[in-house]
């Protein structure tokens, strides 16, 4: 690999690195915004018998605020991304990129992040125009949501465009780019 073949792999996974940490800050304003603006959780349990749970409280994401469900997926969309994010991380760097493979399994990572982070934030839209169409309180604090979630949805995309440029760098360069000399 010529010296400017590692300019460029250094310079992508710099940005991989950079969107990857935005994706997490997306997931945590989603956090921070349903929590803090949009619910108030008053009981919560769960009969892990019967595998049910009772939620009561009130959460502006709905149009009928005394459910709780649409502030729970919002958690959910943000909390299983901040997890898998985490996870193909940590799996990245035990297994040294994936012993020179890591932008494969990042590409699949983000084309599943992108439609994750898509159908969240249509579902979030959904139910905020509905709330909305009620005149529900926290009007702006509900479209700053749908529009954080569409935010996630495109780093994702993102993510997925350089995990796709670093898998054809990695292609260019072991097949004619700066590892072989030819005379």
Request: glycine fraction near 10%.
């Amino acid at each position: 690999m010529s010296y400017g073949d590692r300019q460029t792999s250094a310079a992508l996974r710099g940005w991989v690195g950079l969107v990857s940490f935005l994706q997490l800050g997306v997931a945590l304003a989603v956090i921070l915004i349903t929590y803090f603006k949009l619910s108030h959780i008053s009981n919560f349990s769960v009969d892990a018998s019967a595998r049910t749970y009772n939620v009561t409280g009130t959460c502006l994401l709905n149009a009928d605020t005394s459910k709780a469900d649409m502030c729970i997926y919002a958690y959910t969309i943000s909390g299983v991304s901040i997890i898998a994010t985490l996870i193909v991380a940590l799996f990245l760097c035990c297994t040294c990129d994936l012993c020179g493979c890591g932008a494969v399994l990042e590409f699949l990572f983000a084309g599943a992040g992108t439609a994750w982070w898509a159908i969240g934030a249509v579902v979030i839209m959904k139910r905020s125009f509905e709330a909305d169409n009620a005149n529900v309180a926290q009007h702006d604090w509900r479209m700053a949501e749908w529009i954080i979630c569409w935010v996630g949805c495109g780093l994702f995309l993102l993510l997925a465009l350089l995990s796709f440029a670093r898998m054809i760098a990695g292609l260019c360069a072991c097949c004619g780019g700066g590892n072989k000399r030819y005379p």
